[in-house]
């Protein structure tokens, strides 16, 4: 089993920023893409941003301009900086992975998720 750790949530008022972290266990073999979700109340999950083991990223539209996701590969984590947060941007954010764990078993893995509400 694979366990990400993610830290950073909290409470910001609107227009502030918050920094996530997640960090996937050292001996993991290879890390394909990591990638940041979140889930409002009564809302289904959706992707926010992703990165690959190369760099590339991809953002959701609403997150475009504010968000940036980054990863450090030497350490097994990825980032997301979250800036101009708004309302609607409260919801859990979880943090998802690809990795190769052995030459012969790949799975997808998530962490517990972090709070993140913004309020005035």
């Known amino acids: 089993q694979v366990q990400l750790v993610e830290s950073g949530g909290g409470l910001v008022q609107p227009g502030g920023s918050l920094r996530l972290s997640c960090v996937a266990p050292?001996?993991?073999?290879?890390?394909?893409?990591m990638n940041w979700y979140r889930q409002a109340p009564g809302k289904q999950r959706e992707l926010v941003a992703s990165?690959?083991?190369?760099?590339?990223?991809n953002y959701a539209d609403f997150v475009k301009g504010r968000f940036t996701i980054s990863r450090d590969n030497a350490k097994n984590t990825v980032f997301l900086q979250m800036n101009s947060l708004k309302p609607e941007d409260t919801a859990v954010y979880y943090c998802?992975?690809?990795?190769?764990?052995?030459?012969?078993?790949?799975?997808?893995?998530w962490g517990q998720g972090t709070q993140v509400t913004v309020s005035s």
């Open positions: 990165v690959t083991s190369g760099g590339s990223t």
């Open positions: 050292a001996n993991i073999v290879i890390i394909y893409s």
């Open positions: 998802n992975a690809d990795v190769r764990i052995s030459s012969s078993q790949r799975g997808n893995y």
